[in-house]
């Protein structure tokens, strides 16, 4: 895990039945306390669903491990979690995930509501469009000396760098609201 890169972490807790409503306000403080820490970045929440085998689950996101560490170390989050023994049944499972990881579903750790498909090409076909156009411009003495095979390659090797490291969080960030409308986004229990 690198620990310079944005971190999420899955956390499922199953609820004891008739203390939902106590657990989503737990829910509301605890994220109120947990947003003015450093590197914070948000919080999905997942009721419980088949996709969630019947838990609740926070997503909890920090910008680099450090920051997130220091959010669980911290004695507001410790004194939070003495609260889950009268509303929570059993262990709560717990999966981090960075980088590359948080790109990919996994069946242990659920992801929100992903962006509508079409947007989603839409965003990826402008962002590669500038990318390749670009990168030609820049590299193209070198790009011209080479024979077609490492050409693609460099060409591949470049926009995917780019993309998962620097333009793809930064769009992402940028077209957040357009992305992820209110109607589809998990931030808060309604």
Known sequence: MNKNEPITTSIARRIKIGKEAKYEEWVHQIIAVGSKFSGYLGVDILKPSPGTHGEYVMLVKFDNYINQRFWEDS????????????????????????????WFSLPEVPMPVPPNKHKMALVITVVVFFLVLISNVV????????????????????????????VMPIV??????WLFPKKTRLNNIS
């Open 75 to 102: 004695s507001e989050r410790k004194y939070f979690l003495t609260q889950l023994n009268e509303i929570t049944e059993g262990e709560a499972k717990i999966i981090k995930v960075s980088g590359l990881e948080s």
């Open 139 to 166: 590299f193209k003495p070198f790009l011209d000396q080479l024979p077609l095979i490492p050409k693609v390659a460099f060409l591949c090797i470049t926009q995917v760098l780019l993309m998962t490291y620097i």
């Open 172 to 177: 992402t960030k940028i077209l957040k609201n």
